[in-house]
């Protein structure tokens, strides 16, 4: 059978466009990655140290017949940052979606957070985010995406220790309102995702506190990164045109 033009821009709904994805290598942001290379993206992502594990995402990417290469960056390094923006369009020659994912978690009684640790979080979860928009921008066109990776924490903090975390990702919140005004005008969306418990190396099900959190969930479990990765993809297209200074909860029902 024929594959008509409909069905296969349907099937690859983002074939043309390129994409930066950081913290690209594990977790949550390496099912990003995949997810956006499989609906037809390029895909630069950034990494920290897991240089094999880039690779590991960068080859699946490649086998399946898509584009992806690997940039370390990192997010708390302000000119890391800006030339991870600009490898990515250079590298493709183009820049449509950046997605915000590399982010530092931190647990602990608000007492003893020490001042190094609090630059460190917020440099990480907070400037790097606002520079890399700051430095996509200046690439972005019509129809361009920014994405960023909150917290249900940034909604509701339902135990003790989340005050830097918290903090930190609430923090998004102002920054992606702010941006879907500056950047409506140029027909650039702005979004943010907030997963709840995903299973990942930062926050796995089999934790210490794992069952507390999912407890915390309607859902009672926790999610996949596949399940954020979704929401991230359906932002990135079509389905996301009209979407922007949005916060949108993937937590299993965590802020109900
Ligand atoms: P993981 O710890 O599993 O993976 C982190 C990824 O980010 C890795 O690719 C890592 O690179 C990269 N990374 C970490 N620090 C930096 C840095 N300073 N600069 C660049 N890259 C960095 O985390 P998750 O997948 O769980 O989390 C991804 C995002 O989702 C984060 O923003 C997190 O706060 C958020 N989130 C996660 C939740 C969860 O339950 N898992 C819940 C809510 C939000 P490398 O492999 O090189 O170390």
């Given amino acids: 059978m024929m594959m008509t033009t409909a069905m296969a821009s349907a099937a690859r709904p983002l074939a043309g466009r390129a994409a930066l994805v950081t913290g690209g290598s594990r977790g949550i942001g390496a099912a990003i990655a995949l997810r956006l290379a499989a609906d037809g993206a390029a895909v630069a992502l950034t990494y920290r140290h897991r240089e094999d594990l880039a690779a590991g995402v960068v080859r699946e990417i490649e086998e399946a017949g898509g584009r ?138 089999d934790g210490e506190s794992a069952e507390l959190q999912a407890g915390f969930t309607s859902l009672g479990t926790y999610g996949r990164p596949a399940d954020v990765a979704a929401t991230v993809a359906h932002l990135a297209g079509e389905g996301g045109r009209y979407i922007t200074g949005a916060a949108l909860a993937v937590d299993g029902g965590f802020a109900a």
């Avoid at 690439?139 to 960023?148: K, N, T, V, W």
């Avoid at 992606?176 to 005008?185: D, Q, V």
Wanted: glycine share 12%; charged share 20%.
């Fill in 68 to 205: 992806a290469c690997a940039l370390r960056a990192d997010g708390a390094d302000p000119e890391a940052v800006r030339a991870s923006v600009a490898a990515a369009a250079d590298r493709w020659g183009r820049l449509d979606i950046l997605v915000n994912n590399a982010g530092a978690g931190v647990v602990g009684p608000f007492e003893g957070l020490a001042l190094d640790e609090v630059d460190r979080v917020l440099a990480t979860n907070v400037r790097g985010p606002f520079l890399a928009a700051q430095a996509a921008a200046a690439h972005l066109a019509e129809g361009g995406r920014i994405i960023s990776i909150g917290s249900c924490m940034a909604e509701r903090v339902a135990f003790p220790g989340g005050s830097l975390y918290a903090t930190s990702k609430a923090a998004l919140t102002g920054l992606t309102k702010a941006l879907a005004r500056e950047l409506g005008p140029r027909g650039i969306t702005v979004n943010l995702v907030h997963p709840g418990p995903i299973d990942t190396d930062m926050n796995p099900a």
